[in-house]
């Protein structure tokens, strides 16, 4: 069975610095999409960048991308320019075969200003 | 966000109470979820519909009891629950079930068993 591991519960950074948050993942696919979301207090759960495993290319959406290591089964999330809207917890998750998303446990990013 | 309407957004419930969670989406999806988040634990999936059948249910007890009557409304019926029931109940919908499909989620009912 699939597993997301989030090595980091809690994690911050300066404002305007960057961070970048751990996942790896145990799989014996070869074809999978990862995800991270991002749910900020008392706030919806938004989806933040996706990456689909058969693409070389590291996924990028302004200032967040991915460092996608497949051999090494991590998936980390880089963001650039920290602003305080970025204080959340943030999810990587694992989409398997069988229409379930496999969750990591989160990790709370707080912003200093 | 509106595109995913949960309510209630608190629920206060004795053990013996029964009670029902809705959620509407207006996005068109034909998917739609259940999750329960506890804290410091991942989401756990309990039910996935798509186009209005059942296809997912992660060994969930039968005090939760799922009910999709079209693809834009989707309600979880509570009954006789315990108190480690008490937890974040998420809804989401996703254009359809295939594990590339971003989710998308509702702000959440707040469940609470006394």
């Known amino acids: 069975a699939q597993t997301v591991t989030q090595s980091q519960p809690e994690m911050s950074v300066q404002e305007a610095e960057t961070v970048t948050l751990s996942c790896t993942y145990d799989?014996?696919?070869?074809?999978?999409?990862l995800f991270w979301y991002k749910q900020p207090p008392s706030r919806q759960m938004i989806l933040v960048i996706r990456?689909?495993?058969?693409k070389q290319q590291n996924a990028t959406e302004n200032r967040f991308s991915v460092n996608f290591q497949k051999a090494a089964k991590s998936f980390s999330l880089k963001i650039s320019d920290s602003q305080l809207g970025d204080a959340a917890m943030y999810f990587c998750a694992y989409g398997d075969s069988n229409y379930q998303l496999i969750w990591g446990a989160g990790t709370k990013l707080i912003i200093k200003p | 966000e509106t595109g995913v309407t949960q309510t209630p957004r608190h629920l206060v419930m004795g053990m013996t109470n029964k009670k029902s969670l809705k959620c509407e989406q207006h996005?068109?999806?034909?998917?739609m979820y259940w999750y329960k988040q506890s804290a410091k634990k991942p989401l756990e999936l309990m039910f996935v519909y798509s186009l209005e059948e059942r296809v997912e249910n992660n060994s969930v007890p039968s005090r939760f009891s799922p009910e999709c009557p079209n693809s834009s409304h989707l309600f979880l019926h509570l009954h006789t629950l315990q108190p480690e029931d008490s937890a974040l109940y998420l809804c989401?919908?996703?254009?359809?079930?295939?594990?590339?499909?971003?989710?998308?989620f509702g702000d959440g009912t707040r469940l609470s068993i006394l």
């Open positions: 990456q689909e495993a058969y």
């Open positions: 996005l068109g999806h034909n998917a």
């Open positions: 989401a919908s996703s254009q359809d079930s295939g594990r590339d499909q971003p989710q998308h």
């Open positions: 799989t014996s696919e070869s074809d999978y999409y």
